[in-house]
């Protein structure tokens, strides 16, 4: 379980980007931050693993309190958070094999990454990881090579080759058209799914988030507005998070003209896949 207690952080410039957050995500459950730009959510995700500092507040993962640990213990801690990122992170000129393969960094050690001396399990794992994810015949092909869609199912193999207990997931699909977008998402919950993983998403797509995530928190101005399940985002839940705008008109529209995607959502949600 992820805990986060107060959590809290003010940059130099004296901006406060979170505003005394507590939040517990249990083993297993999937749940999106939405909310305007600036609001917070890719700082709560960085003050998760320590890649932003707190300035207050306190992160527990299980037993583990991540705000107290030591550099050496942060390493070891990371290891069990998966990190799937908006750009990729991919390192252009290496194969998607080797990329997937870097998530092993924290525990094979720099040296024996950097000379790819990977131990056979290792490799194993992630020939299972790719095949899982849909990339099996794109093993040796290089990253720059990929599409945005390919890219990112190449970050979700590395993360999961960590054998994390979570995954933060920082905008996966902001660069993906939204066929790709749903695959992407529905692949994340899937593996969450099968792995028992708790997963924290920042998304920008509240319809994304409405189809696939079991719950949803709204942030603004570092402060949590909302937290409860898709079916409770309503227009006057919607101004509360990102200010006013006729969001009843806005539902009125895609309902009356994109009924075939409202039938296709209904019936995912009957298959348990949100």
Same mark, same amino acid.
């Given at each position: 379980m992820?805990r986060? +207690?107060?959590?809290t ?14 939040l @517990?995500?249990?083993? !297993?459950q999937?749940?999106?931050l939405?909310?305007?730009s600036?609001?917070g ?10 890649l932003? @500092?707190?300035?207050?507040g306190?992160?527990?993962l299980g037993?583990t ?6 550099r050496? @213990? ?7 958070m ?9 390192v @252009?000129?290496?194969?998607v094999m080797?990329n997937v393969? %870097?998530g092993q960094?924290g ?10 001396r990977? /131990?056979? /399990?290792?490799?194993d794992?992630?020939?299972q =990881?790719?095949e899982?994810v849909?990339?099996? #015949? *794109?093993?040796?092909k290089r990253a720059d090579a990929? %599409?945005?869609g390919?890219r990112?199912?190449?970050g979700?193999?590395?993360a999961?080759?960590q *054998?994390? +207990?979570?995954?933060l997931?920082d +905008?996966p699909?902001?660069?993906l058209d939204?066929?790709? %977008?749903r695959?992407?998402m529905?692949?994340i919950?899937e593996?969450?799914?099968e ?13 994304l988030?409405?189809?696939?995530v *079991?719950?949803?928190v !709204?942030?603004r101005?570092?402060q949590?507005?909302f937290?409860g399940p898709?079916?409770?985002l309503?227009p006057?839940?919607?101004?509360r998070?990102y !200010?006013?705008?006729?969001?009843t =008109? ?6 009356g003209?994109?009924?075939?995607d409202d #039938?296709a959502? #209904?019936e ?7």
């Amino acid at each position: 379980m992820l805990r986060i +207690e107060g959590l809290t952080k003010r940059y130099r410039t004296g901006d406060l980007a979170l505003d005394k957050v507590d939040l @517990e995500v249990p083993g !297993g459950q999937v749940m999106a931050l939405i909310g305007p730009s600036g609001a917070g959510k890719s700082t709560l995700i960085r003050c998760v693993n320590r890649l932003v @500092e707190p300035s207050a507040g306190r992160v527990r993962l299980g037993d583990t309190e991540i705000t107290g640990l030591s550099r050496r @213990e942060l390493r070891r801690a990371r290891r069990r958070m998966g990190m799937i990122f908006q750009e990729f992170a991919l390192v @252009e000129r290496l194969t998607v094999m080797e990329n997937v393969l %870097s998530g092993q960094l924290g525990h094979v050690g720099f040296w024996r990454s950097y000379l790819r001396r990977f /131990p056979q /399990p290792a490799v194993d794992a992630a020939y299972q =990881t790719l095949e899982r994810v849909g990339l099996a #015949d *794109q093993i040796d092909k290089r990253a720059d090579a990929l %599409s945005g869609g390919q890219r990112q199912r190449v970050g979700i193999a590395r993360a999961l080759l960590q *054998q994390p +207990e979570i995954l933060l997931v920082d +905008e996966p699909t902001a660069s993906l058209d939204p066929k790709t %977008s749903r695959q992407i998402m529905r692949l994340i919950c899937e593996l969450c799914a099968e792995r028992h993983l708790a997963a924290v998403i920042n998304i920008h797509d509240v319809q994304l988030a409405q189809l696939f995530v *079991q719950r949803v928190v !709204g942030l603004r101005a570092g402060q949590v507005v909302f937290d409860g399940p898709p079916s409770g985002l309503n227009p006057e839940v919607l101004t509360r998070i990102y !200010g006013e705008e006729d969001w009843t =008109t806005a539902a009125t529209r895609r309902k009356g003209t994109d009924g075939g995607d409202d #039938d296709a959502l #209904d019936e995912e949600r009957m298959a348990g896949i949100v």
